[in-house]
């Protein structure tokens, strides 16, 4: 069976009557998404925040009404997919282009869940190239400074024409092939003029729900107790 499937369906449960929820964007929150129907359709009560056009127009599609962000305080809980998580729980996130608006959701949500197959664990991140969302003015420079750097950047194209954002940006995206330190490296990179924002989510994910084979596991972010 789909590992990404059994991992989508199984996330669905976490969502209760009358929460505020976030929905990601890519191949894997689709599957969420069709189930998540059939709740709704059953009669769970939700209102939902999308990270993205293509998210909305499947959530739509599907019967799933779509609120805005700024008509909430606060969301209960975000079910987004990842591109690669390591032992800490690190992910890589940005396959869809939508990494932006992700953080932003993900940022202002009380618990965020991710949902991924077996592929998608490893040991470092670094391995899927690091997507990174730039402005449109002065890119072709930006890149030249990041290949001086080692970061190997190239435009993500659609056919043979360079990928709009939401956003109207591009994504760059970076073969670091390991990325040891990905807090600091997403702190590095901010700090060149013309970059939005990263595909490094780091210290943000609660739960990740794995599809392994045709079964679930469920790693939780171990949470340390701090003196007072």
Not at 91 to 104: D, F, R, S
Not at 199 to 224: A, H, M, Q, S
């Amino acid at each position: 069976m789909n590992e990404k499937k059994i991992a989508a369906e199984y996330a669905v449960d976490y969502i209760e009557d009358g929460m505020i929820v976030g929905l990601g964007t890519g191949s894997t929150v689709s599957f969420m998404l069709n189930k998540l129907s059939q709740r709704i359709k059953g009669g769970l009560n939700i209102t939902a925040i999308s990270s993205s056009a293509a998210t909305t127009k499947l959530a739509s599609s599907l019967g799933i009404k779509i609120s805005m962000l700024s008509d909430v305080d606060e969301i209960d809980l975000t079910i987004d997919g990842a591109d690669e998580v390591d032992e800490n729980l690190n992910g890589i996130k940005g396959g869809g282009g939508a990494l932006l608006y992700e953080k932003i959701i993900a940022s202002n949500s009380k618990k965020n869940i991710w949902i991924v197959d077996s592929t998608k664990l490893v040991k470092t991140l670094g391995k899927c190239p690091l997507p990174v969302e730039i402005v449109q003015f002065g890119s072709t420079h930006l890149c030249v400074k990041l290949e001086s750097k080692g970061y190997k950047p190239t435009f993500r194209l659609t056919g043979t024409t360079r990928f709009i954002t939401d956003n109207n940006n591009y994504i760059v995206d970076l073969k670091m092939e390991k990325i040891e330190k990905p807090v600091d490296l997403d702190t590095k990179l901010k700090s060149y003029a013309g970059i939005v924002e990263t595909g490094l989510f780091c210290n943000v994910v609660d739960t990740v729900i794995t599809g392994v084979g045709n079964k679930v596991e469920v790693t939780n972010k171990k949470r340390e107790n701090k003196p007072y």
